[in-house]
């Protein structure tokens, strides 16, 4: 699987080299690199594009070891809403384990999905340790040499708990958080993470995750609405339930992914499918926004770093789709 991955990246990059499109990033997923994840997020809230972003991480299982998927709301959304897109991802399975053994069974996914907090932090931004933290804990001691990536796609609570039980387990972890409305859901968790670990590796995207549907190449079928009615609609039960929930692209949570699959993921400064980040200055490895001006979208900071990819990671995403089609 790691050989045709790398001839697909090849081949990507002869086409866009040919077409004058810029060179895509060196590195991930994409180009045989494979990374830990747990994820993390808010999925079955009040914003149904978590969904969408997990349909999108779904049909790119194959390339990542998951290691979690945790219902980290708070309030709304709840493990169960995980459960429902993988009984869509269930019966899509036998089409995705055809086209590469690597994709994991429905049932390692399930047995792999925690309940996290279902309420902010109180002020110290830190409670009592959940069935999602603990789990975090338990995957960053294993035994293997690699990072445990954390995509966080709600509330950052069950990280900060986690931090907080185990502070050794820091220098294990690479964070990119969607933060934004995520964040004021939870700011007490959000601040004890920053000002008590700044060892902690962490993007915090507040702004530069909005690219994945601001601006960028939305001419003909890559438009939000045009690409979800012709490439998503009707692929599998995966696309049926990406439309169903939402009918155009939003999917502010799947930078995080794209940041892994296309990208040197260890130098957020550079270029990725998933955005280029500043150090902000409270940690050594801690990464934002770039406020530059060229890179803004309206009035979004570093957004141009993600939209300037849509064409690619659009069409890649279209050709995992084509997997599912009848």
């Given at each position: 699987?790691?050989?045709?991955?790398?001839?697909?990246?090849?081949?990507?990059?002869?086409?866009?080299?040919?077409?004058?499109?810029?060179?895509?990033?060196?590195?991930?997923?994409?180009?045989?690199?494979?990374?830990?994840?747990?994820?993390?997020?808010?999925?079955?809230?009040?914003?149904?594009?978590?969904?969408?972003?997990?349909?999108?991480?779904?049909?790119?299982?194959?390339?990542?070891?998951?290691?979690?998927?945790?219902?980290?709301?708070?309030?709304?959304?709840?493990?169960?809403?995980?459960?429902?897109?993988?009984?869509?991802?269930?019966?899509?399975?036998?089409?995705?384990?055809?086209?590469?053994?690597?994709?994991?069974?429905?049932?390692?996914?399930?047995?792999?999905?925690?309940?996290?907090?279902?309420?902010?932090?109180?002020?110290?931004?830190?409670?009592?340790?959940?069935?999602?933290?603990?789990?975090?804990?338990?995957?960053?001691?294993?035994?293997?040499?690699?990072?445990?990536?954390?995509?966080?796609?709600?509330?950052?609570?069950?990280?900060?708990?986690?931090?907080?039980?185990?502070?050794?387990?820091?220098p294990r972890l690479r964070v990119y958080s969607i933060g934004s409305w995520n964040t004021r859901m939870d700011p007490a968790a959000r601040d004890y993470v920053v000002k008590h670990h700044p060892g902690l590796w962490l993007i915090e995207a507040d702004t530069t995750f909005r690219g994945m549907y601001v601006g960028g190449q939305q001419d003909g079928d890559l438009g939000n609405v045009a690409f979800v009615a012709r490439y998503v609609k009707g692929h599998g039960a995966l696309g049926d339930?990406?439309?169903?929930?939402?009918?155009?692209?939003?999917?502010?949570?799947?930078?995080?992914?794209?940041?892994?699959?296309?990208?040197?993921?260890?130098?957020?400064?550079?270029?990725?499918?998933?955005?280029?980040?500043?150090?902000?200055?409270?940690?050594?490895?801690?990464?934002?926004?770039?406020?530059?001006?060229?890179?803004?979208?309206?009035?979004?900071?570093?957004?141009?770093?993600?939209?300037?990819?849509?064409?690619?990671?659009?069409?890649?995403?279209?050709?995992?789709?084509?997997?599912?089609?009848?």
């Amino acid at each position: 699987m790691k050989t045709t991955c790398v001839i697909l990246s090849n081949l990507l990059l002869t086409t866009s080299l040919l077409s004058g499109e810029p060179e895509p990033p060196r590195g991930g997923a994409l180009t045989g690199e494979r990374f830990r994840v747990i994820v993390s997020t808010d999925i079955g809230g009040s914003d149904p594009d978590d969904y969408q972003s997990l349909v999108h991480y779904l049909v790119y299982a194959d390339l990542f070891d998951t290691e979690g998927l945790i219902s980290s709301p708070p309030h709304a959304g709840r493990a169960s809403h995980i459960h429902e897109t993988l009984d869509a991802y269930a019966q899509d399975h036998p089409k995705l384990i055809a086209h590469s053994p690597r994709f994991p069974a429905a049932d390692a996914l399930r047995a792999v999905t925690k309940q996290g907090a279902i309420e902010p932090a109180p002020a110290a931004g830190w409670s009592e340790p959940t069935e999602g933290s603990r789990w975090i804990i338990e995957r960053a001691r294993a035994a293997d040499s690699r990072p445990l990536w954390i995509l966080v796609w709600g509330s950052i609570t069950d990280v900060a708990q986690a931090l907080h039980d185990a502070p050794e387990i820091t220098p294990r972890l690479r964070v990119y958080s969607i933060g934004s409305w995520n964040t004021r859901m939870d700011p007490a968790a959000r601040d004890y993470v920053v000002k008590h670990h700044p060892g902690l590796w962490l993007i915090e995207a507040d702004t530069t995750f909005r690219g994945m549907y601001v601006g960028g190449q939305q001419d003909g079928d890559l438009g939000n609405v045009a690409f979800v009615a012709r490439y998503v609609k009707g692929h599998g039960a995966l696309g049926d339930l990406f439309f169903a929930k939402k009918k155009d692209i939003k999917m502010g949570d799947t930078p995080s992914v794209l940041y892994l699959l296309r990208g040197r993921a260890e130098d957020p400064s550079g270029d990725s499918w998933g955005g280029a980040f500043v150090r902000r200055g409270t940690g050594p490895n801690h990464w934002s926004d770039d406020p530059a001006p060229a890179l803004r979208e309206k009035n979004h900071p570093g957004a141009r770093t993600v939209n300037r990819w849509r064409e690619a990671y659009l069409r890649d995403w279209q050709g995992r789709m084509e997997i599912l089609k009848p």
